[in-house]
Every structure is written in structure tokens, then in C-alpha cells.
């Protein structure tokens, strides 16, 4: 069953690798159209958000390769899993986006799923791919820190002895 956060979010999927594959600049929240069966089937918390990405095309966003299993109780008519879902952003939204992903080395992912006041919302970030060299600062920054914190807390366990 998916968590729910204190300001009536309820995370359905996460998009984990993103924040380590990418250097994330800037997250837009959008709104998502679903079928009614895609609803339920994320309610039960079937998602998957790896490998999808949103694409810009006739002026529309699009999220590609958004995985949403079919619902459990559907018998026939179930949409495809990993079909492509239109976002639904702002005009001034997507062309601020669609101008950035021109760049070159930019894209725009999607970092997690959830739904907010019963709605299912999609949060989507500007980032720029990381090189190999940023992957492996990115590893040692946070061994360094797991290190510092092992530390304080064997400190503060000596001081309470």
C-alpha cells in the first residue's frame, strides 16, 4: 500500500536513480489523464517510473514509458501499460519546459507519483545528465556523509555512558 505524507500526499511510485543520473534543476507539478482503471491500479500502488520520460509534441506533454499495470479486478478493455499519457500543464508551462529540453544535454524526467487531495499528480524536473566523473563525487560525498554521521552518533553514545 503506498505511504501517505503528512500534507495529504499519498506517493504511489518514486523515481529514485533520477536525482543520481541527472542534476536536477528545476520540478513542475502536473496533472495526469488516466483511464478509470489506471486509477484504481494506482491506488493499489502499481506503478513504475523507471525509464519513462515526457515528451513534447504539437504543443502537448506526454509522458513515455509511465508503467501502470493493469488493474487486478479488470477483465477486459484494460488500457496498455506503458502507453503514452498526456500531462496536463499550463501553455506558459510547457513552453518554458519544451524551450529548455532544446538545450543540449537537457531532458525532462519524472520524479514521482502520488496523488494529492484524491487527484493524480506527477512531478516532473529539468535536469541536465551527469557525466561519470559527477557519479562517482556524488558516491563519495554521500560515503562521506554516512561517515560523519556514524561518528556523531558513536560520539553522543560515549557522552550518555
Given amino acids: 500500500m503506498p505511504k501517505k505524507d503528512d500534507n495529504d500526499f499519498q506517493i504511489i511510485?518514486?523515481?529514485?536513480?533520477?536525482?543520481?543520473?541527472?542534476?536536477?534543476?528545476?520540478?513542475?507539478?502536473?496533472?495526469?489523464?488516466?483511464?478509470?482503471?489506471?486509477?484504481?491500479?494506482?491506488?493499489?500502488?502499481?506503478?513504475?517510473?523507471?525509464?519513462?520520460?515526457?515528451?513534447?509534441?504539437?504543443?502537448?506533454?506526454?509522458?513515455?514509458?509511465?508503467?501502470?499495470?493493469?488493474?487486478?479486478?479488470?477483465?477486459?478493455?484494460?488500457?496498455?501499460p506503458t502507453r503514452m499519457r498526456k500531462l496536463l500543464l499550463n501553455r506558459s508551462e510547457i513552453i518554458r519546459l519544451s524551450v529548455a529540453v532544446e538545450r543540449k544535454g537537457f531532458t525532462c524526467i519524472p520524479l514521482r507519483l502520488y496523488f494529492k487531495r484524491g487527484w493524480a499528480k506527477i512531478e516532473i524536473a529539468i535536469g541536465r545528465g551527469k557525466k561519470q566523473f559527477d557519479k562517482r563525487d556524488s558516491i563519495k560525498k554521500r560515503i562521506h556523509e554516512r561517515e560523519v554521521d556514524r561518528q556523531v552518533k558513536r560520539e553522543s553514545r560515549r557522552k550518555n555512558q
Fill in 13 to 80: 511510485a518514486s523515481n529514485r536513480q533520477a536525482g543520481f543520473n541527472y542534476e536536477i534543476l528545476e520540478k513542475v507539478e502536473a496533472g495526469l489523464a488516466l483511464h478509470g482503471s489506471e486509477v484504481k491500479s494506482l491506488r493499489e500502488g502499481r506503478a513504475n517510473l523507471s525509464d519513462s520520460y515526457v515528451k513534447f509534441k504539437n504543443g502537448e506533454a506526454f509522458i513515455v514509458n509511465l508503467h501502470v499495470s493493469p488493474y487486478s479486478h479488470v477483465s477486459f478493455n484494460a488500457p496498455e
